[in-house]
C-alpha cells in the first residue's frame, strides 16, 4: 500500500520561504516520477514542479509561476522528496499535495498520478 505524508507548511509573510517534505512508503521515489500540485479554494488543482524517477532525478519541471523560486528534491534513500520554496508569494497560498505516479518515469499530467498525499496549507500573508 502506497503512502505518501506532506509535512513543512504553514503560515509564512511574503517573501518568506518554507520547506515541504514528503515521506513514501510502499513505493520507492526512484521507481517514477514525483510531483507537487496545489489547489487554492475555488480552483483547480495545478502541477507545481515534478521530478522525474530514476536514481539521478535529473528531469524536472517547474510551472511558470514557480521557476526560479521553488526547488525540487529528492533523496532516495530516505524515499523523501522536497520543495523548496524561496520567495514567497500571497498568490501560493494554496494546500500543497505530493504525488506519484505509476506510469512512467516523467509526466506532468496530474491525470497521470494514481497516488496522493493528504495535503498541507501553505498561507502566505503578513
Known amino acids: 500500500q502506497v503512502q505518501l505524508v506532506e509535512s513543512g507548511g504553514g503560515l509564512v509573510q511574503p517573501g518568506g520561504s518554507l520547506r515541504l517534505s514528503c515521506a513514501a512508503s510502499g513505493r520507492t521515489v526512484s521507481s517514477s516520477a514525483m510531483g507537487w500540485f496545489r489547489q487554492a479554494p475555488g480552483k483547480a488543482r495545478d502541477v507545481v514542479s515534478v521530478?522525474?524517477?530514476?536514481?539521478?532525478?535529473?528531469?524536472?519541471y517547474y510551472a511558470d509561476s514557480v521557476k526560479g523560486r521553488f526547488t525540487i528534491s529528492k533523496d532516495n534513500a530516505k524515499n523523501m522528496v522536497y520543495l523548496q520554496m524561496d520567495s514567497l508569494k500571497p498568490e501560493d497560498s494554496a494546500v500543497y499535495y505530493c504525488?506519484?505516479?505509476?506510469?512512467?518515469?516523467?509526466?506532468?499530467?496530474?491525470?497521470?498520478?494514481?497516488?496522493w498525499g493528504q495535503g498541507t496549507q501553505v498561507t502566505v500573508s503578513s
Open positions: 504525488a506519484a505516479t505509476s506510469r512512467g518515469l516523467y509526466t506532468v499530467d496530474k491525470n497521470d498520478y494514481d497516488y
Open positions: 521530478i522525474s524517477g530514476g536514481w539521478s532525478g535529473g528531469r524536472k
